[in-house]
């Protein structure tokens, strides 16, 4: 496995343990979610681009207007979660109550 097939699936493992171990915040949660995103990004532009098959090259596009909808829509509950709960802490939020 070369080092630029290497470097997304390392990225994508270690913000798998990020968002495992670091829970404490909204954010960072986010942030980890958006990390994996990312790193599947480019290994789909990669593997988009060593095919060199044209109905292959769409597929990247796609998923950076989902992780662009994705980060998006984060942004909004963690804006609405600090309004609501004055933290963002997600110890603090309980989802059964409404």
């Not at 270690?14 to 915040?25: C, D």
């Not at 990247?60 to 933290?87: K, N, Q």
Request: a neutral charge; charged letters at 5%; glycine letters at 4%.
């Amino acid at each position: 496995m070369t080092m630029t097939f290497l470097t997304p699936n390392l990225l994508f493992t270690l913000s798998i343990l990020g968002l495992s171990f670091h829970r404490t915040h909204l954010i960072s949660a986010l942030l980890c979610i958006e990390s994996m995103m990312l790193a599947l990004f480019v290994s789909t532009s990669l593997t988009s681009g060593n095919l060199n098959i044209s109905t292959t090259t769409i597929l990247p596009m796609i998923l950076l207007t989902l992780s662009a909808c994705e980060a998006a829509t984060g942004l909004g509950l963690l804006v609405a979660t600090a309004r609501t709960h004055s933290s963002d802490h997600l110890n603090t939020m309980n989802i059964l109550k409404c």
